[in-house]
């Protein structure tokens, strides 16, 4: 079982719609959790950065985290065809050497 | 873009030839990684750097080694490539272990 599970998708969804990314994790020593953005033969880009749990806006961009339940979703607001793209989750634990561990990524695709 | 430069960005190589790969950065950044990236594994970190000359193994690290004599520059090193080893590999560089990683573009290694 790997120590990260996110689903790859794709999902295909209309300009407009709210989209909602997840991925669920296994090991309690998590503490910072990632989404990135990979554009098609580009590095990935941070999209969101959360210590802990709670919720974080940023724009139309929503990260919440759930350590009880091991959760963590990224929503998209007003989705756009420039947010078609690879979604990875990622987190590591506390202290270390950041050592992130990141999830297979879920491809989406914005339809006008 | 926190100026990482990857090269060669693209490579085809023989079965059992040695393969180096360079990853330079001018944001001084102390805290480099070297990822691969295969369908339905997302990212998966091959070995890291917390200082001139400081390295560790990560979590496929097997048939690879790395070397780091300047701040600026990560090479990773296949020894003696594999079929297995095609993929493609990112570098990422952080100021500290616990921000954010900024990715390279990455190198697309296609061993024969």
């Known amino acids: 079982q790997k120590e990260v599970e996110q689903d790859p998708g794709p999902l295909s969804v209309p300009e407009g719609a709210i989209v909602s990314l997840n991925c669920t994790y296994s090991?309690?020593?998590?503490?910072?959790f990632m989404w990135y953005r990979q554009y098609s033969r580009k590095g990935p880009e941070l999209l969101m950065y959360?210590?802990?749990?709670g919720n974080k806006e940023d724009g139309r961009f929503t990260a919440q985290v759930d350590k009880s339940s091991k959760y963590i979703s990224l929503f998209i607001r007003d989705s756009q065809p420039s947010d078609s793209a690879t979604y990875l989750c990622?987190?590591?634990?506390?202290?270390?050497?950041?050592?992130?561990?990141f999830g297979a990524g879920t491809r989406l695709a914005v339809h006008p | 873009d926190a100026g990482i430069t990857q090269s060669p960005r693209h490579k085809v190589t023989e079965t059992g030839t040695p393969v180096t790969l360079r990853c330079h950065q001018t944001?001084?950044?102390?805290?480099m990684y070297w990822y691969r990236q295969d369908p339905g594994h997302g990212l998966r970190l091959i070995h890291y750097?917390?200082?001139?000359?400081?390295?560790d193994k990560g979590e496929v690290s097997d048939g690879y080694s790395v070397s780091r004599s300047k701040t600026e520059d990560f090479l990773l090193t296949l020894e003696s490539a594999t079929s297995s080893q095609t993929s493609v590999y990112f570098c990422?560089?952080?100021?500290?272990?616990?921000?954010?990683?900024?990715f390279g573009p990455g190198t697309r290694l296609t061993v024969t």
């Open positions: 990622a987190m590591s634990g506390a202290g270390g050497y950041n050592k992130l561990i």
């Open positions: 750097s917390y200082g001139v000359k400081d390295t």
């Open positions: 990422a560089t952080a100021p500290r272990a616990d921000y954010e990683q900024y």
């Open positions: 944001e001084n950044h102390r805290y």
């Open positions: 959360t210590y802990s749990s």
């Open positions: 090991n309690s020593a998590f503490q910072y």
